[in-house]
C-alpha cells in the first residue's frame, strides 16, 4: 500500500483519513494542528471537535497539549496584529512559530482579529472540550441521547464487574455439577478446579460480541460405556494371562532395549495391573500403549518378528476406548465452555439490568447496538450533528464494536474524520485490540498518510533501528505491515556524552554459549540483569564525576529506563541494582493487595479486632510492620508483665477503632510502634512505606463509604488478596511509584508505550518462549471468514487454527520489540545470544531472518557473523560481548550543606471575579455577587408631578421591583404572535401582585408587542427563529479601570453626552474575571440585529414624561446606557465568532429600551453605537486577556 507523508498545515479537513504516526514521529503534535485548523479554519467550537483515546492519562495529555497549542497560537496572532516579532521556537513542539508549517500557514490565511476571537472563545470553553476516552465518549452520547439510544437515564457506570462475574460463574458451575455422573465431575475437575478456573478461562472473551464461536464437534455420549465395557473384559484377560504375557515379552530376542528392557516391563505391567485392580483411577495410557501390536513392532529390530497375541489386539481396543472417551470429555469441555460463555454473559446481563448498571463494554455495546437498531439513523444524525468533526487517538488499538460507531456516525455527511495510529505498536490484543480491525479501517480509508520524521531519538540512533527493522522483507511477519525508514531530525536531541565523547547509540551485548546447548533461560536471566545493574551503576559513578552528561547535565538515573516483560524480570533487575546500591522504581499493572504489606495489614487487623485471640496477637507481633522475631516472642512469652502490656495495647487500639474510627486508630498504632523507620529501613523501604501508605488510603475509604471496622476490614483485604473485592475503582488498586525522583525506571514493555526515556536497556527481548498454555478457548483470526476474530471452543481445525494463533503471537513480538526498540532518545542496549525459546523470539527473526528450525542449527560463530554484517551496514550499531565484570557499586556523591528552604520563584495570580452591569453601578458587596440575574427594574425612578395627564391610563398600576419581574415574566414566556391575556393573572400572583391589576398589565404588554418601534419592527410579528430572549452572555475582562473606560468611550457619548464622566466615577472592584448579564431580548429583522430591554420605571404621568427628554435622562441617571453598550460588546463579540460575513454597519441595527408605561405612542429610546466606539470599549476591557492562557 503507498502511503503519502503527512503535512498537517494542507492534509484536508474533510472526509475519512488514516494517519499512520512511527514512533517518535510526533502524533500528538500532529493531533493538536488538525484541532487547530478545525478551530480556525472551521470555526468549530471546542465541544464539536471530537477527540478520543484510550486511557484517561493519554486524555489527560492530549487535553493540556492541545490547549497548550491553542495559547501559542492566539499569541501569535496577537503579536502579528501588533506587528511584533513572531515567537521563535525549534519546530515541532518547542512553542515557536518560525519552523511551525501549520501556525505559519494559519497566519497568512486568517485574519487576526478573527483568529484571536475564535482563539480565545476556545481557551476560555476549553473545560467543554470534547477530549474522551473511548468509555467517556459512550457514556455521554448514551446519556445526552438517552430517548434515541433507548437507555435508561441513571444507570450507574460499576467500574469493576468481577464481583456480578464471580456470581454469574458460581452460578452456572453449580447447575452444571448438579447432578453429573461422577466419572466427567471428576476428569472436569482435573482440568478446571473450580468456578474461579472457569472464569479464568472465560474472562478475556467476554463483552466481545463480534467473535465468532467455532464448536466442537458432537461428543460420544456412549464413549464411557463402551469403555466400562472393554475394561472389564480386558482385565479378566489380563489378570489371567498378564503374567505369561510379561514373561514372554522379556525374554524376546528382537525386542529394543531402549523400550522394552525386563525392568520396564515389569514396571509398566504394574501399572496395568494397579489399574485392572482399581487401585488407581487414571488409565496409564502409556503403559496401555507399550503392549499394542502397533508400538509392539515399532519397537522390535530390525529383522525381528514382532511378538503377537490376541490379548495385544483387545489392550489395543482398551487404549482406544480410553481415547475416545478423553476426546469425548475434551470435546464436552468445550461445549461447556462455549455454554458457561453464554451463560455468564447472560446472567451477568441480568444481574446488571436488576441493578441498573453498566460496565465498560456495556457502553461501547450499548451504544453500538442503538446505532443499528430501529432508532439508529436518528441517534446517529444526531450525534453528527453534536460533532462536526472527529479525531481518533491510537486507533491501531480499536476493536470492531469501536470502528462500527465512529463508521456509522462520521462516515456520511461530509465530517472530518480522523484515525491516527501505527499498527507496528499493536500490543494490546490481550486487552480485546484488534489489529485486522485497524487494517480493514485502513483500507477503507484509501491511501494512507504518514508521519515519517521521528524527532525522538538521535539521528545514529534513528539509523540503527532502521537498519534493523529493514534487515527482513516481512520484519513483522505481516505483508500489511510494512516498514518505512523514518528521517531524523539532526539537533533534536543532544547526545549522551561519555568522558567527553558520543556513546554508541546501539549496542548489542552478545551471550555467548556454555558448550553446545543454548544457555538455560534462568542463567542467562541472571547474567543479563547483572551485566545491566553494572553497565548503570558505572554510567552513574561516571556521572557524579560529570564524565557522564546528558543535555548539558550529568546523567542521573531517572534518565535510564530498563524495560521487561513481566513481574519476574523485573524484580530480577531490581534486586541487581539493589546489589549495587542503584534505587529504582517499578511501573506496573499489580494490585497493592497482592503485596506481603496488604497480608500483613490484614494480620494486624484481626488481632485488634480480636485482642482476646493470643494466636492472632502472636502473628500481628511477627510481621515485619511489628518487627518482633522468635527470640523476641519467646522473651515475651517468658515475661507476663511485657506480655500484658502487649495484650493492653492491642485492647487499647481496638477501643480506639471502636469509639473514634479506623483512621484515628491507624494513626496511633503506626505512631506507637515506629512503623515508618522500622520499614525504610528495609533494602526495598521505600516500596515498602509506599504500599503500607496506599492501602491505609483505601481502608480508610471503604471505613467512611461503608462503615467497616477493624474486623470488616480485614474481611475486605482478603477479598481483595483472592480477587473478590468489590467497591473500589480499578486503577485505584494499582500499585504506586514509591519514589520517581531520579530513579532507573524499570518498566514493562507494554507500559512503556508512549514513553520515552534518553537510555533504555531492553536486556530481555531473546526470550520468545510460549507462554503456559491455559484451558479455555483458543482465540484467533479466521483466514477462512475473512481475518475475523474467532474463539475455537475445539472445533476439528483446531490444529490448523492452534498454528495460526501461535503465527499471530510471533507477530505481536515483533510489535512488542518494535515498541521497546523506540523508546530510547540516546542510546539503546539489548542483549542476545542462543538463549533456551530465543529461537521464537522477535530478534531471532529480525537479526537472523531465521525460522525457529533454522536458528537451532547455527552455532555462536554464524550467530556472530549476522551481527557483524549488520553492523558493517551500519556504524551506527555496536557489538560487544556481554559485560562479566563484577560491577562496582554506585556512590551517589554527597553535599554536606545544611536543609534549607527553597525560595519561591513562582507568581500569584490576581483573584478573579464576576462582574456585572448590576455590580458596577451599586454598592462594591455586589461585586461578590457570583451569579448575575436578569434585570429586572429594581428600581423606580419618578422625573415628574403624579397628578397631571395620565399618559398611559395606568397611573395607578403599581409600581417597584416585583412590578418588573412579573412583566419581564410574560415578555419572557409569553408567545409574541397570539399572546394570552388569560395568562396574566396567574403570573401576577406568582410576584405577589393582586389579580385586579391583570387587564391593566395585559393592555401594557399588547400595547408593547404591537407597537412600531421603527424600520418596521414589530414584536407581534417576530419570528420565533429569529428571536432570543433572555440571552445569557459571560466574557473574560482585565481588571476593569473605569478612568482608562472612561478615556475609551470619550465625550459626547451616551445618553446625555457625559457617559465618559459617570464611568470615571465608578468604583468596581479591580480584579480581573469575567462580565456577565442577561439581555431581555435579542432579534434579527430585515438581517440586522436588534438588542431590545424592557424597562416598567415609572417616569411620570404626563406623555412627555416618556419623551426623548425624560428617557434620556432615565436612561443616564440608571446608567442604562452603559448597560446597553456593554450589551452591545457582547453581541459584536459573538457575531464575529459565528458569522463569518459579519459586518457591524451592516448587520447591527442598535439598541432599543422600552419604557413600558409610556408606549406605544412614546416611551422607546433608540441608540447604535458608532462601530469605533463599540470596539474601543471591547479593547479596554479585554486589554490583559493573556492573564486567562
Same mark, same amino acid.
Given at each position: 500500500?503507498?502511503?503519502?507523508? @503527512?503535512?498537517?498545515?494542507?492534509?484536508?479537513?474533510?472526509?475519512?483519513?488514516?494517519?499512520?504516526?512511527?514512533?517518535?514521529?510526533?502524533?500528538?503534535?500532529?493531533?493538536?494542528?488538525?484541532? @487547530?485548523?478545525?478551530?480556525?479554519?472551521?470555526?468549530?467550537?471546542?465541544?464539536?471537535?471530537?477527540?478520543?483515546?484510550?486511557?484517561?492519562?493519554?486524555?489527560?495529555?492530549?487535553?493540556?497539549?492541545?490547549?497548550?497549542?491553542?495559547?501559542?497560537?492566539?499569541?501569535? !496572532?496577537?503579536?502579528?496584529?501588533?506587528?511584533?516579532?513572531?515567537?521563535?521556537?525549534?519546530?515541532?513542539?518547542?512553542?515557536?512559530?518560525?519552523?511551525?508549517?501549520?501556525?505559519?500557514?494559519?497566519?497568512?490565511?486568517?485574519?487576526?482579529?478573527?483568529?484571536?476571537?475564535?482563539?480565545?472563545?476556545? /481557551?476560555?470553553?476549553?473545560?467543554?472540550?470534547?477530549?474522551?476516552? /473511548?468509555?467517556?465518549?459512550?457514556?455521554?452520547?448514551?446519556?445526552?441521547?438517552?430517548?434515541?439510544?433507548?437507555?435508561?437515564?441513571?444507570?450507574?457506570?460499576?467500574?469493576?464487574?468481577?464481583?456480578?462475574?464471580?456470581?454469574?460463574?458460581?452460578?452456572?458451575?453449580?447447575?452444571?455439577?448438579?447432578?453429573?455422573?461422577?466419572?466427567?465431575?471428576?476428569?472436569?475437575?482435573?482440568?478446571?478446579?473450580?468456578?474461579?478456573?472457569?472464569?479464568?478461562?472465560?474472562?478475556?472473551?467476554?463483552?466481545?460480541?463480534?467473535?465468532?464461536?467455532?464448536?466442537?464437534? %458432537?461428543?460420544?455420549?456412549?464413549?464411557?460405556?463402551?469403555?466400562?465395557?472393554?475394561?472389564?473384559?480386558?482385565?479378566?484377560?489380563?489378570?489371567?494371562?498378564?503374567?505369561?504375557? $510379561?514373561?514372554?515379552?522379556?525374554?524376546?530376542?528382537?525386542?529394543?532395549?531402549?523400550?522394552?528392557?525386563?525392568?520396564?516391563?515389569?514396571?509398566?505391567?504394574?501399572?496395568?495391573?494397579?489399574?485392572?485392580?482399581?487401585?488407581?483411577?487414571?488409565?496409564?495410557?502409556?503403559?496401555?500403549?507399550?503392549?499394542?501390536?502397533?508400538?509392539?513392532?515399532?519397537?522390535?529390530?530390525?529383522?525381528?518378528?514382532?511378538?503377537?497375541?490376541?490379548?495385544?489386539?483387545?489392550?489395543?481396543?482398551?487404549?482406544?476406548?480410553?481415547?475416545?472417551?478423553?476426546?469425548?470429555?475434551?470435546?464436552?469441555?468445550?461445549?461447556?465452555?462455549?455454554?458457561?460463555?453464554?451463560?455468564?454473559?447472560?446472567?451477568?446481563?441480568?444481574?446488571?439490568?436488576?441493578?441498573?448498571?453498566?460496565?465498560?463494554?456495556?457502553?461501547?455495546?450499548?451504544?453500538?447496538?442503538?446505532?443499528?437498531?430501529?432508532?439508529?439513523?436518528?441517534?446517529? $444524525?444526531?450525534?453528527?450533528?453534536?460533532?462536526?468533526? #472527529?479525531?481518533?487517538?491510537?486507533?491501531?488499538?480499536?476493536?470492531?464494536?469501536?470502528?462500527?460507531?465512529?463508521?456509522?456516525?462520521?462516515?456520511?455527511?461530509?465530517?472530518?474524520?480522523?484515525?491516527?495510529?501505527?499498527?507496528?505498536?499493536? /500490543?494490546?490484543?490481550?486487552?480485546?485490540?484488534?489489529?485486522?480491525?485497524?487494517?480493514?479501517?485502513?483500507?477503507?480509508?484509501?491511501?494512507?498518510?504518514?508521519?515519517?520524521?521521528?524527532? &525522538?531519538?538521535? %539521528?545514529?540512533?534513528?539509523?540503527?533501528?532502521?537498519?534493523?527493522?529493514?534487515?527482513?522483507?516481512?520484519?513483522?511477519?505481516?505483508?500489511?505491515?510494512?516498514?518505512?525508514?523514518?528521517?531524523?531530525?539532526?539537533?533534536?536531541?543532544?547526545?549522551?556524552?561519555?568522558?567527553?565523547?558520543?556513546?554508541?547509540?546501539?549496542?548489542?551485548?552478545?551471550?555467548?554459549?556454555?558448550?553446545?546447548?543454548?544457555?538455560?533461560?534462568?542463567?542467562?536471566?541472571?547474567?543479563?540483569?547483572?551485566?545491566?545493574?553494572?553497565?548503570?551503576?558505572?554510567?552513574?559513578?561516571?556521572?557524579?564525576?560529570?564524565?557522564?552528561?546528558?543535555?548539558?547535565?550529568?546523567?542521573?538515573?531517572?534518565?535510564?529506563?530498563?524495560?521487561?516483560?513481566?513481574?519476574?524480570?523485573?524484580?530480577?533487575?531490581?534486586?541487581?541494582?539493589?546489589?549495587?546500591?542503584?534505587?529504582?522504581?517499578?511501573?506496573?499493572?499489580?494490585?497493592?493487595?497482592?503485596?506481603?504489606?496488604?497480608?500483613?495489614?490484614?494480620?494486624?487487623?484481626?488481632?485488634?479486632?480480636?485482642?482476646?485471640?493470643?494466636?492472632?496477637?502472636?502473628?500481628?507481633?511477627?510481621?515485619?510492620?511489628?518487627?518482633?522475631?522468635?527470640?523476641?516472642?519467646?522473651?515475651?512469652?517468658?515475661?507476663?508483665?511485657?506480655?500484658?502490656?502487649?495484650?493492653?495495647? !492491642?485492647?487499647?487500639?481496638?477501643?480506639?477503632?471502636?469509639?473514634?474510627?479506623?483512621?484515628?486508630?491507624?494513626?496511633?498504632?503506626?505512631?506507637?510502634?515506629?512503623?515508618?523507620?522500622?520499614?525504610?529501613?528495609?533494602?526495598?523501604?521505600?516500596? +515498602?512505606?509506599?504500599?503500607?501508605?496506599?492501602?491505609?488510603?483505601?481502608?480508610?475509604?471503604?471505613?467512611?463509604?461503608?462503615?467497616?471496622?477493624?474486623?470488616?476490614?480485614?474481611?475486605?483485604?482478603?477479598?481483595?488478596?483472592?480477587?473478590?473485592?468489590?467497591?473500589?475503582?480499578?486503577?485505584?488498586?494499582?500499585?504506586?511509584?514509591?519514589?520517581?525522583?531520579?530513579?532507573?525506571?524499570?518498566?514493562?514493555?507494554?507500559?512503556?508505550?508512549?514513553?520515552?526515556?534518553?537510555?533504555?536497556?531492553?536486556?530481555?527481548?531473546?526470550?520468545?518462549?510460549?507462554?503456559?498454555?491455559?484451558?479455555?478457548?483458543?482465540?484467533?483470526?479466521?483466514?477462512?471468514?475473512?481475518?475475523?476474530?474467532?474463539?475455537?471452543?475445539?472445533? #476439528?481445525?483446531?490444529?490448523?487454527?492452534?498454528?495460526?494463533?501461535?503465527?499471530?503471537?510471533?507477530?505481536?513480538?515483533?510489535?512488542?520489540?518494535?515498541?521497546?526498540?523506540?523508546?530510547?532518545?540516546?542510546?539503546?542496549?539489548? #542483549?542476545?545470544?542462543?538463549?533456551?525459546?530465543?529461537?521464537?523470539?522477535?530478534?531471532?527473526?529480525?537479526?537472523?531472518?531465521?525460522?525457529?528450525?533454522?536458528?537451532?542449527?547455527?552455532?555462536?560463530?554464524?550467530?556472530?557473523?549476522?551481527?557483524?554484517?549488520?553492523?558493517?551496514?551500519?556504524?551506527?550499531?555496536?557489538?560487544?560481548?556481554?559485560?562479566?565484570?563484577?560491577?562496582?557499586?554506585?556512590?551517589?556523591?554527597?553535599?554536606?550543606?545544611?536543609?534549607?528552604?527553597?525560595?519561591?520563584?513562582?507568581?500569584?495570580?490576581?483573584?478573579?471575579?464576576?462582574?456585572?452591569?448590576?455590580?458596577?453601578?451599586?454598592?462594591?458587596?455586589?461585586?461578590?455577587?457570583?451569579?448575575?440575574?436578569?434585570?429586572?427594574?429594581?428600581?423606580?425612578?419618578?422625573?415628574?408631578?403624579?397628578?397631571?395627564?395620565?399618559?398611559?391610563?395606568?397611573?395607578?398600576?403599581?409600581?417597584?421591583?416585583? $412590578?418588573?419581574?412579573?412583566?419581564?415574566?410574560?415578555?419572557?414566556?409569553?408567545?409574541?404572535?397570539?399572546?394570552?391575556?388569560?395568562?396574566?393573572?396567574?403570573?401576577?400572583?406568582?410576584?405577589?401582585?393582586?389579580?385586579?391589576?391583570?387587564?391593566?398589565?395585559?393592555? @401594557?404588554?399588547?400595547?408593547?408587542?404591537?407597537?412600531?418601534?421603527?424600520? *418596521?419592527?414589530?414584536?407581534?410579528?417576530?419570528?420565533?427563529? &429569529?428571536?432570543?430572549?433572555?440571552?445569557?452572555?459571560?466574557?473574560?475582562? #482585565?481588571?476593569?479601570?473605569?478612568?482608562?473606560?472612561?478615556?475609551?468611550?470619550?465625550?459626547?457619548?451616551?445618553?446625555?453626552?457625559?457617559?465618559?464622566?459617570?464611568?470615571?466615577?465608578?468604583?468596581?472592584? &479591580?480584579?480581573?474575571?469575567?462580565?456577565?448579564?442577561?439581555?431581555?431580548?435579542?432579534?434579527?429583522?430585515?438581517?440586522?440585529?436588534?438588542?431590545?430591554?424592557?424597562?416598567?420605571?415609572?417616569?411620570?404621568?404626563?406623555?412627555?414624561?416618556?419623551?426623548?427628554?425624560?428617557?434620556?435622562?432615565?436612561?443616564?441617571?440608571?446608567?442604562?446606557?452603559?448597560?446597553?453598550?456593554?450589551?452591545?460588546?457582547? @453581541?459584536?463579540?459573538?457575531?464575529?465568532?459565528?458569522?463569518?460575513?459579519?459586518?457591524?454597519? +451592516?448587520?447591527?441595527?442598535?439598541?432599543?429600551?422600552?419604557?413600558?408605561?409610556?408606549?406605544?405612542?412614546? *416611551?422607546?429610546?433608540?441608540?447604535?453605537?458608532?462601530?469605533?466606539?463599540?470596539?474601543?470599549?471591547?479593547?479596554?476591557?479585554?486589554?490583559?486577556?493573556?492573564?486567562?492562557?
Amino acid at each position: 500500500m503507498n502511503i503519502r507523508p @503527512l503535512h498537517p498545515a494542507i492534509v484536508p479537513l474533510a472526509g475519512f483519513q488514516a494517519i499512520e504516526a512511527s514512533a517518535g514521529t510526533g502524533k500528538t503534535w500532529s493531533i493538536a494542528a488538525l484541532y @487547530l485548523r478545525l478551530v480556525l479554519e472551521q470555526a468549530l467550537p471546542v465541544e464539536r471537535i471530537l477527540v478520543v483515546t484510550y486511557t484517561k492519562a493519554a486524555t489527560a495529555e492530549l487535553r493540556r497539549r492541545i490547549r497548550e497549542r491553542l495559547v501559542e497560537a492566539r499569541s501569535a !496572532f496577537q503579536a502579528r496584529k501588533a506587528d511584533f516579532p513572531l515567537p521563535q521556537g525549534e519546530g515541532q513542539g518547542e512553542g515557536g512559530v518560525v519552523g511551525d508549517p501549520v501556525l505559519s500557514a494559519l497566519l497568512t490565511a486568517i485574519e487576526p482579529d478573527r483568529a484571536v476571537a475564535l482563539l480565545t472563545l476556545a /481557551i476560555e470553553s476549553f473545560d467543554l472540550a470534547a477530549v474522551h476516552t /473511548i468509555h467517556g465518549f459512550c457514556q455521554r452520547a448514551l446519556a445526552e441521547r438517552a430517548f434515541e439510544s433507548g437507555q435508561p437515564f441513571d444507570a450507574e457506570l460499576m467500574a469493576d464487574e468481577a464481583v456480578l462475574l464471580r456470581e454469574a460463574a458460581r452460578d452456572f458451575w453449580r447447575r452444571e455439577l448438579d447432578g453429573a455422573d461422577p466419572a466427567w465431575s471428576g476428569w472436569l475437575l482435573g482440568r478446571l478446579p473450580g468456578p474461579e478456573a472457569l472464569l479464568t478461562a472465560l474472562r478475556p472473551h467476554l463483552g466481545k460480541p463480534y467473535l465468532d464461536h467455532l464448536p466442537p464437534p %458432537p461428543w460420544d455420549a456412549d464413549a464411557a460405556a463402551t469403555l466400562v465395557r472393554h475394561f472389564a473384559a480386558v482385565g479378566e484377560a489380563w489378570r489371567a494371562r498378564g503374567g505369561e504375557i $510379561v514373561a514372554r515379552l522379556s525374554q524376546w530376542p528382537k525386542l529394543s532395549q531402549t523400550s522394552y528392557k525386563p525392568a520396564q516391563i515389569a514396571q509398566n505391567a504394574a501399572k496395568l495391573d494397579a489399574w485392572f485392580a482399581g487401585a488407581v483411577d487414571d488409565p496409564p495410557l502409556k503403559s496401555l500403549e507399550l503392549f499394542t501390536p502397533e508400538k509392539l513392532a515399532k519397537g522390535t529390530t530390525k529383522g525381528g518378528t514382532p511378538p503377537e497375541d490376541p490379548l495385544f489386539l483387545e489392550l489395543e481396543a482398551l487404549r482406544d476406548a480410553v481415547l475416545a472417551v478423553e476426546q469425548a470429555h475434551e470435546r464436552r469441555l468445550g461445549e461447556l465452555l462455549l455454554r458457561a460463555l453464554q451463560g455468564c454473559e447472560t446472567l451477568l446481563a441480568e444481574r446488571k439490568a436488576s441493578l441498573n448498571r453498566l460496565s465498560f463494554d456495556d457502553l461501547l455495546n450499548a451504544l453500538q447496538s442503538a446505532l443499528v437498531g430501529p432508532g439508529g439513523e436518528a441517534l446517529a $444524525v444526531s450525534l453528527r450533528t453534536r460533532y462536526g468533526a #472527529a479525531l481518533i487517538d491510537e486507533f491501531q488499538d480499536t476493536d470492531p464494536v469501536q470502528y462500527a460507531i465512529f463508521e456509522r456516525v462520521f462516515r456520511q455527511g461530509g465530517h472530518s474524520l480522523f484515525f491516527v495510529g501505527d499498527p507496528k505498536q499493536a /500490543i494490546y490484543g490481550f486487552r480485546g485490540a484488534d489489529l485486522q480491525t485497524y487494517l480493514e479501517a485502513r483500507e477503507q480509508a484509501g491511501e494512507p498518510w504518514a508521519l515519517a520524521t521521528n524527532r &525522538r531519538s538521535v %539521528p545514529s540512533l534513528v539509523q540503527a533501528v532502521n537498519a534493523l527493522f529493514a534487515r527482513q522483507s516481512e520484519p513483522f511477519l505481516d505483508p500489511r505491515l510494512g516498514f518505512v525508514e523514518v528521517a531524523a531530525v539532526p539537533a533534536e536531541q543532544p547526545p549522551l556524552l561519555i568522558d567527553g565523547a558520543e556513546a554508541g547509540p546501539f549496542d548489542i551485548w552478545f551471550l555467548p554459549r556454555e558448550g553446545d546447548k543454548p544457555l538455560s533461560k534462568g542463567a542467562a536471566n541472571e547474567r543479563i540483569a547483572a551485566a545491566v545493574a553494572a553497565d548503570i551503576a558505572r554510567l552513574l559513578n561516571l556521572a557524579t564525576r560529570g564524565q557522564a552528561t546528558v543535555a548539558g547535565r550529568p546523567l542521573c538515573g531517572g534518565d535510564i529506563a530498563v524495560l521487561v516483560k513481566g513481574h519476574r524480570q523485573g524484580k530480577r533487575v531490581r534486586d541487581a541494582l539493589v546489589a549495587l546500591n542503584v534505587a529504582s522504581v517499578r511501573y506496573g499493572q499489580e494490585s497493592v493487595f497482592h503485596s506481603r504489606e496488604a497480608m500483613e495489614v490484614e494480620r494486624l487487623l484481626l488481632a485488634v479486632a480480636e485482642p482476646g485471640r493470643l494466636g492472632l496477637v502472636k502473628a500481628a507481633l511477627a510481621t515485619d510492620l511489628l518487627g518482633r522475631d522468635g527470640a523476641a516472642l519467646h522473651e515475651l512469652e517468658q515475661d507476663g508483665e511485657a506480655w500484658e502490656r502487649e495484650l493492653r495495647r !492491642f485492647h487499647d487500639w481496638n477501643a480506639l477503632c471502636r469509639e473514634r474510627g479506623f483512621v484515628v486508630m491507624w494513626r496511633s498504632l503506626l505512631v506507637q510502634e515506629g512503623v515508618a523507620p522500622r520499614l525504610l529501613a528495609w533494602p526495598d523501604g521505600e516500596r +515498602r512505606m509506599t504500599n503500607l501508605q496506599h492501602l491505609s488510603e483505601l481502608l480508610q475509604q471503604l471505613a467512611h463509604d461503608e462503615g467497616l471496622s477493624a474486623d470488616g476490614l480485614a474481611a475486605r483485604i482478603a477479598e481483595e488478596r483472592q480477587g473478590e473485592g468489590d467497591g473500589l475503582d480499578a486503577e485505584a488498586r494499582l500499585l504506586r511509584l514509591e519514589n520517581d525522583e531520579q530513579l532507573v525506571r524499570i518498566v514493562t514493555i507494554h507500559s512503556s508505550k508512549g514513553l520515552e526515556y534518553p537510555l533504555v536497556y531492553c536486556p530481555f527481548l531473546w526470550d520468545g518462549g510460549k507462554p503456559r498454555e491455559r484451558i479455555g478457548p483458543l482465540k484467533f483470526h479466521d483466514p477462512a471468514q475473512g481475518g475475523r476474530a474467532a474463539l475455537d471452543f475445539g472445533s #476439528a481445525e483446531r490444529q490448523a487454527h492452534a498454528a495460526e494463533a501461535e503465527d499471530e503471537r510471533r507477530q505481536e513480538l515483533l510489535r512488542l520489540a518494535y515498541v521497546a526498540l523506540t523508546r530510547a532518545k540516546q542510546r539503546c542496549v539489548i #542483549a542476545w545470544g542462543a538463549v533456551k525459546d530465543a529461537e521464537m523470539s522477535a530478534l531471532a527473526w529480525l537479526l537472523h531472518g531465521a525460522d525457529p528450525e533454522d536458528f537451532a542449527k547455527r552455532d555462536d560463530a554464524a550467530l556472530k557473523r549476522d551481527l557483524e554484517a549488520l553492523r558493517v551496514e551500519c556504524p551506527a550499531i555496536a557489538v560487544n560481548n556481554l559485560p562479566t565484570a563484577t560491577g562496582e557499586p554506585y556512590r551517589p556523591a554527597t553535599v554536606e550543606t545544611g536543609l534549607a528552604a527553597r525560595p519561591f520563584t513562582g507568581s500569584i495570580a490576581p483573584r478573579w471575579l464576576s462582574h456585572s452591569f448590576t455590580g458596577w453601578m451599586g454598592s462594591a458587596e455586589a461585586e461578590m455577587v457570583s451569579s448575575e440575574r436578569p434585570d429586572h427594574d429594581a428600581a423606580v425612578v419618578a422625573v415628574a408631578d403624579e397628578t397631571a395627564e395620565d399618559a398611559a391610563g395606568i397611573a395607578d398600576f403599581p409600581r417597584g421591583a416585583q $412590578v418588573g419581574s412579573a412583566l419581564h415574566f410574560l415578555f419572557e414566556h409569553g408567545d409574541f404572535a397570539r399572546f394570552d391575556a388569560a395568562a396574566v393573572p396567574a403570573a401576577l400572583r406568582q410576584f405577589g401582585i393582586d389579580e385586579r391589576w391583570a387587564p391593566q398589565a395585559a393592555r @401594557l404588554v399588547m400595547a408593547t408587542l404591537e407597537a412600531d418601534l421603527g424600520a *418596521g419592527l414589530r414584536l407581534n410579528q417576530l419570528p420565533p427563529g &429569529r428571536q432570543m430572549r433572555e440571552l445569557e452572555f459571560l466574557f473574560p475582562i #482585565a481588571a476593569p479601570d473605569p478612568q482608562d473606560l472612561a478615556a475609551a468611550i470619550g465625550p459626547g457619548q451616551g445618553a446625555d453626552g457625559h457617559l465618559d464622566r459617570r464611568v470615571a466615577r465608578l468604583q468596581p472592584a &479591580r480584579a480581573a474575571g469575567f462580565l456577565k448579564g442577561f439581555i431581555d431580548l435579542a432579534c434579527e429583522h430585515e438581517d440586522r440585529l436588534w438588542l431590545l430591554d424592557y424597562k416598567s420605571n415609572w417616569l411620570g404621568s404626563r406623555r412627555t414624561d416618556y419623551g426623548p427628554e425624560g428617557l434620556a435622562t432615565a436612561m443616564a441617571e440608571s446608567g442604562y446606557d452603559l448597560q446597553s453598550l456593554i450589551y452591545t460588546v457582547a @453581541l459584536h463579540r459573538l457575531q464575529k465568532l459565528r458569522r463569518p460575513d459579519y459586518d457591524y454597519a +451592516r448587520h447591527m441595527g442598535g439598541v432599543l429600551y422600552l419604557f413600558l408605561r409610556g408606549l406605544p405612542d412614546a *416611551g422607546v429610546f433608540r441608540w447604535q453605537p458608532d462601530q469605533a466606539l463599540v470596539e474601543r470599549v471591547d479593547a479596554c476591557l479585554t486589554r490583559q486577556e493573556r492573564w486567562f492562557a
